[in-house]
């Protein structure tokens, strides 16, 4: 038996343990260790030493967060527990010293993973950047964050934000109201991370101005968008075409972010994303940055990132039993035998 002791003070106590102690308990689960507290003593306990080590360098890590005022989440504690296992100790408190802007309410908005660390680096130092990977992973969002912050500081004049309007199932002639009524269900989550770190009042304003533009991708055609920054969401819902289009839309003084998620497209069975094509094209040329990120960055509940993995089992598994379905068709079989009977015959 290993016991390691940690000295805390009382007021971020709670912030460590969390409601009901859910984080303590998350972290003995994973850890296979015993955390108690006595009058500001943290008491780590459990039989393998390795383990206890690793607890008791997470806590110290959560504890220096809450001491620099950091409010402790669930997925923050589940990614220190991930990063602990892979012997990234310290990525916790690297991240944490990256805060792209505040919220309207003053809550800072930081990359929570080292693969969003990437991303926003990669945005940062990129004329152009793929953000590509699953739900909850923060890619629209971030990309918000970096464009109204390079907005706000004048590094830019305006900020244009498309998506295509692809119907999942139901046509848009089929909704009430006009064409910008028909389009805003498509753009309402560009909409939302505006407001939250903006302003409802301040994102108004500006698209009175036009300094703010949100608009389907079929708008983009024809014109040159120079000093803007731009983003497209849901880009694996574009042709091709679309996608060379958008591209070649950039003018001068243009900072470019695509985001999209290849797991769920929206298009007809027998049409290739543009996202697809793009990426498999432009992934050697000089300022162009494609950042994929995993279920290992999902940042909403935590339910989600299991909800991923699953989905990528199921799929890889299906992947897999197509192929060996087409291995073992009658057809290819008789294929083969009339093969090697003809390489019989020529020897």
Known sequence: MRELTLEAEAVH??????????????????FQVTVTDRNGCIRIAGECDHNVDLACHLVEDLLTLSRKGTQIQQQSVEYGIAMMKECEGNALIELDGDCICHTINGKP???KTLGQKAYVDAIRNN???????????GKTYLAMAMAITAFQREEVGRIILTRPAIEAGEKLGFLPGDLQS?????????????????GAENFAKNMEKGLIEVAPLAYMRGRTLDNAYIILDEAQNTTPAQM????????????VIITGDESQKD????????????????NNIEDIAICRLTSRDVVRHPLVQRIVNAYEAYEER???????????????NHADRNRNSVRKENR
Do not use: C, H, W
């Open 13 to 30: 106590l709670q912030n460590l343990f969390g409601r009901n102690d859910e984080y303590v308990r998350t972290i003995e689960k994973d």
């Open 109 to 111: 908005v930081k990359p």
């Open 127 to 137: 004329m152009i950047v793929f953000g590509l990977g699953p739900a909850g992973t």
């Open 182 to 198: 028909k389009v805003d269900p498509y753009l309402r989550p560009l909409y939302d991370a505006l407001y939250q770190i903006m």
């Open 244 to 255: 060379k289009m958008f591209l070649t839309r950039i003018g001068f003084g243009s900072k």
């Open 267 to 282: 298009l007809a069975p027998d049409v290739r994303s543009g996202l697809d094509v793009a990426t498999g094209i432009l």
């Open 318 to 332: 299906q992947a897999k039993n197509r192929k060996n379905a087409v291995n073992t068709a009658p057809g290819k």
